[in-house]
Every structure is written in structure tokens, then in C-alpha cells.
């Protein structure tokens, strides 16, 4: 699927202005219930599995329909509040990966359309420096390092800047 040049994809400075400022109020909303976990924190209170969830949603299903048989040892209001809390956060991370996920697809077309563009400079300054152009060599020579693959050079111009060994015999 080839893509270049997204003119339309293209953020203008009003968008991104009020893109800035959505993203702000998010981060502003959030401040205050992010929570910051150390490594052996996450290992610690992240066991709550798939399977562990079920269990949270079986007692929670209980909870609801058959009140008498839950826990008086629970405070099922702070439990309740923590359910509906976990499902809101689970809901909003999927909305922003989904939204992640699409900036990062937009980027990577953004960066191949770069790079396309630079492959096509850097196949003009050969051209221009096989015909002896002012000015392409160091340019040639430089974007020349980042192609180690293969020849770094074009014939023409390695011999322009390489003299010949007489031929001995």
C-alpha cells in the first residue's frame, strides 16, 4: 500500500493548539488520581489476574441480586465505588490506546514519507555530483554513511575522487 505526501493529514496550527489544550485538561483532570507504583509494587497489587477478576465479578453479581448472602466485613460501598471506578479507568485506557495506536499508524506513514523524500534527494545529489555539480560531494559523502550496505559511492564519482593505481605488470 503505498503512501506519500499527506497534505491532508497535516496538523494546522489551530489544530494543534486545541490539541494542546485537550491534552492538557486530560492530564489536568487526571492529576490528581494518577497513581505512581514502584516495580515491586506493580508485582505486588498487578496479581489480580483475568481469572481473579472473574471471582471480583461473581461477588459482585451477588452483591447485587442476593445482598443478604454478602461479607458485613466489607465495606460494599467502597467496594461498589472501586468496580464502577476500575470499569471507567478500563473503558478510558481503551479509548486512549485506540487513540495512541492511530497517532502512532499516523506517525510511522509520516516518518516512511520522510524517508521516501530523503531516498529521493539523496538519488538527486548522486545524479547531480556524477555530472560534476558544485557543491554534492560533501553531501554525498555525508548522507553516504548511513548506507553501509552496499557501495557508498557512485562509480563516477569514486573515480573523481580516487585516482587510479598505474597498472603494473
Known sequence: MPFTNFDSRHFSVA???????AVTSVETALAPKLANLSPEERQQYGS????????????KDYRDSQPTLSSPDVDWVEF???????????TTIQRL???????????ILHDWDNYQAALTDYDFAKYKLSNNAIG?????AE?????????????????KTTPEAPATE
Open 97 to 107: 490506546q485506540s487513540l495512541i495506536d492511530g497517532l502512532s499508524n499516523a506517525k
Open 15 to 21: 489544530e494543534k493548539t486545541a490539541l494542546n489544550t
Open 136 to 140: 554534492y560531494q560533501t553531501k554525498v
Open 143 to 159: 548522507l553516504a554513511q548511513f548506507f553501509t550496505g552496499g557501495a557508498t559511492t557512485t562509480p563516477a564519482a569514486k573515480a
Open 80 to 90: 461498589t465505588n472501586d468496580h464502577d471506578t476500575r470499569t471507567f479507568l478500563q
Open 48 to 59: 489480580v489476574n483475568e481469572q481473579n477478576k472473574l471471582i471480583i465479578n461473581k461477588v
